[in-house]
């Protein structure tokens, strides 16, 4: 059984910093790709950020030059370090993996639960 759980979230103030971390554990498998996505209230789910298994990093307008990914392949875990956080970044926060289970099978999407950040001005 594989689970995906996210970490980190909370209320920070505007300007301020939080780290989101998520981790994949459960049966045997390769990570493929990694990413956050976030949902505001009354708003469609929206890509942040994702990292691919060799590393390659994209973001989403909004965030870019203020949010980092990054992965540690050995622990299964993305990090997602907000800096600068504005109200608008207000959401519910998912970590997206692209897991394998087979050499050469396609990568099967898995979510976690979400996490939620507030952002106050």
């Known amino acids: 059984q594989v689970q995906v759980v996210e970490s980190g979230g909370g209320l920070v103030q505007a300007g301020g910093s939080l780290r989101l971390s998520c981790a994949a554990s459960?049966?045997?498998?390769?990570?493929?790709?990694m990413g956050w996505f976030r949902q505001a209230p009354g708003k469609q789910r929206e890509s942040v950020a994702s990292i691919s298994s060799g590393g390659v990093t994209s973001y989403s307008d909004s965030v870019k030059g203020r949010f980092t990914i990054s992965r540690d392949n050995a622990k299964n875990t993305v990090y997602l370090q907000m800096n600068s956080l504005k109200s608008e970044d207000t959401a519910v926060y998912y970590c997206n993996v692209g897991l394998q289970f087979s050499r050469g099978s396609a990568a099967l999407p898995y979510w976690g639960q979400g996490t939620q950040v507030t952002v106050s001005s």
């Open positions: 459960g049966s045997s498998f390769s990570i493929n790709y």
